[in-house]
């Protein structure tokens, strides 16, 4: 494997697989001039670097956000009740300036709109409450962990149900700490 190979598998720049090669760091020889890594030894390398990794500290998501386009505008809002049987529910609509980068990507007019349309539609709730049956998803409504996690969302291609669904567990965790 040649240097630039090993710096995009070990995400680090060129200069530094190099120097790693002339430490000792991991296995290579020099074949005209041209650094060869071994891949065991690069590999051995990453998992150490892995391991040694700190914990990037977590992303507060701000819940009360607004987002505007063309003549619409969406304001995130988050809204927490105790139901008579005693189970918390927190319900969280207006998702479009949670997405506010994909949408600002989407460079077709007509495409923003739509899925500015469909965040407008979506929502996520976070109860304690537990309700027996499997997780599934089905029909644009992702019901997890129990039903304590719920999603509503019209996927688009922009942003997938999978996207959704990360963004309720980080704000869930968020509302939990």
Known sequence: MNTTAAATEARVTTA???????????????????????????????????????????????LAGTYTHADTTVTTTTKTRTRK????????????????????AITDDGDRTATLIALTGSQITITDQIEEGPDEIVNGIAFL?????????????AIPMDTVIDLAKQIRAQLAA
Do not use: E
């Open 145 to 157: 962990d129990q039903g304590r996690l719920r999603i509503k969302h019209q996927p688009t291609a």
């Open 85 to 104: 049987t005693g189970y918390t529910w927190t319900t969280i609509t207006g998702l479009a300036p949670l997405f506010a980068d994909r949408l600002n």
């Open 16 to 62: 530094t697989i190099r120097t790693w090669c002339r430490r000792g760091v991991i296995a290579a020889t020099k074949q005209a001039g041209r650094w060869i890594i071994d891949t065991t030894s690069l590999a051995a390398r990453i998992t150490i670097g892995a391991m040694r990794t700190r914990k990037a500290n977590p992303v507060t998501i701000n």
